[in-house]
């Protein structure tokens, strides 16, 4: 598990030792956690929720998990995730991971990916956020409702949490 925190490095306003941008420095030191945001093998196994942890980097709180495989692994919180629950890899539930062709109208989302073959999750990352699903348009593509109000276009294959972002502000 320690793989996946790192050292952050400080930005001091320093430059070879010489102030360049004065008033920077101090602060405290934090621990950097990789989280995995490319989660193609969470949607084929089942994982359990071993803890939810504060990150002071993020806004929403972060799942540590473990996959069927021994695993480890930093996932953004949902709303409903507690210790010890599990999420089976291809079965649909509330913080589970889904195809959005799969979802039906109405499902709150988020951690929605971008591309067709890219599980990178790009949109509704955010502390409290969701998505709405609208549906269907045409045979390729599902319309999501942003938290921005605003409608986009999604290919049918990209991936989304389904549930609302923990840490609700």
């Known amino acids: 598990m320690s793989s996946l925190i790192l050292g952050l490095k400080q930005l001091t306003g320093r430059c070879r030792g010489r102030i360049i941008v004065r008033h920077r420095g101090g602060g405290v030191k934090n621990k950097y956690r990789l989280i995995d945001f490319n989660r193609s093998i969470s949607h084929y196994l089942s994982y359990k929720v071993i803890e939810l942890r504060y990150d002071p980097n993020r806004t929403v709180n972060l799942a540590l998990i473990l996959y069927s495989t ?7 919180g949902s709303v409903g995730m507690a210790r010890n629950m599990v999420f089976g890899g291809p079965i649909g539930g509330l913080g589970a991971i889904q195809f959005l062709k799969s979802l039906r109208r109405g499902i709150l989302v988020n951690s929605v990916s ?3 073959f890219t599980f990178n999750a790009v949109f509704i990352r955010a502390a409290g956020t969701t998505g709405l699903v609208l549906g269907p348009y045409f045979s390729s593509y ?3 409702k942003l938290p921005s109000k605003k409608h986009r276009l999604f290919f049918s294959y990209c991936t989304a949490f389904i549930g609302q972002n923990s840490n609700n502000l």
């Open 114 to 116: 971008l591309g067709n």
């Open 70 to 76: 021994g695993i480890f692994s930093y996932i953004g």
């Open 142 to 144: 599902m319309l999501v």
